[in-house]
Nanobody, 124 residues
């Protein structure tokens, strides 16, 4: 049974930084493209960043480019998301997710496994 252990969420003031981690249990993360999504309060889940299986392809949502950084360590079955220059609009529940597709998908369609989510709250 595949599970994820997400950690690193919390509360921070605008301009601050956080680091999120997601560890996959029960399968090999290297077999999947992995992405981070977020769900702001009252809104739909949206793509944040994704990385392909070997780390050679990385995609970011325009809203986070230059501020967030995704990385993966297949040996540790782990994907990380570093968040910097945080703004109030970055508030939401952040989820890691995997897809067996070969490219990063920017919609939720096609992702087969999801983490439980970790809350990020940015105060103005």
């Amino acid at each position: 049974q595949v599970q994820f252990v997400e950690s690193g969420g919390g509360s921070v003031q605008a301009g601050g930084s956080l680091s999120l981690s997601c560890v996959m249990l029960g399968d090999s993360l290297g077999s999947y493209v992995v992405s981070w999504f977020r769900q702001p309060p009252g809104k739909d889940r949206e793509f944040v960043a994704g990385v392909n299986r070997d780390g050679s392809e990385i995609s970011y949502a325009n809203s986070v480019k230059g501020r967030f950084r995704i990385s993966r360590d297949n040996a540790k079955n782990m994907v990380n998301l570093q968040l910097a220059s945080l703004a109030f609009e970055d508030t939401g529940i952040y989820y890691c997710a995997t897809t067996p597709q070969l490219q990063v998908l920017t919609s939720t369609w096609g992702y087969n496994y999801w983490g439980q989510g970790t809350q990020v709250t940015v105060s103005p």
